[in-house]
Nanobody, 122 residues
Framework: QLQLVQSGGGLVQAGGSLRLSCLVS????????LGWFRQVPGKEREFVAA???????DYAGSVKGRFSISRDNAKNTVYLQMNNLKPDDTAVYYC????????????????WGQGTQVTVSS
């Protein structure tokens, strides 16, 4: 059964850093694309970053230059390194796995992690 288990997150001051991890229990992990999204109450879940099976990455404009997505195929894990955090980055962050980056960014396909809270204080 496919499972995505997230870890990391928490409370940090503005300008600080956090790293999120997402362990994906799928035997062919290296073939899949992975992504991170975030959601605040009352708003739609928004795309943050994605990485495909060839290590090509894509970022939302609001996090480009501050966040970095990476993957470790040996550990079936995707990471989101978040630097220079801002209060506007406060949200619940979700990881997602799908066949392609297009599917990761889309709404029809893919599986989600359980979400983890990131709070950035000013």
């Amino acid at each position: 059964q496919l499972q995505l288990v997230q870890s990391g997150g928490g409370l940090v001051q503005a300008g600080g850093s956090l790293r999120l991890s997402c362990l994906v229990s799928i035997p062919t992990f290296r073939n899949y694309a992975l992504g991170w999204f975030r959601q605040v109450p009352g708003k739609e879940r928004e795309f943050v970053a994605a990485i495909d099976n060839g290590y090509m990455t894509d970022y939302a404009g609001s996090v480009k230059g501050r966040f970095s997505i990476s993957r470790d195929n040996a550990k079936n894990t995707v990471y989101l390194q978040m630097n220079n955090l801002k209060p506007d980055d406060t949200a619940v962050y979700y990881c997602k796995v799908a066949s392609t980056i297009s599917d990761v960014k889309g709404t029809r396909f893919g599986s989600w992690g359980q979400g983890t809270q990131v709070t950035v204080s000013s």
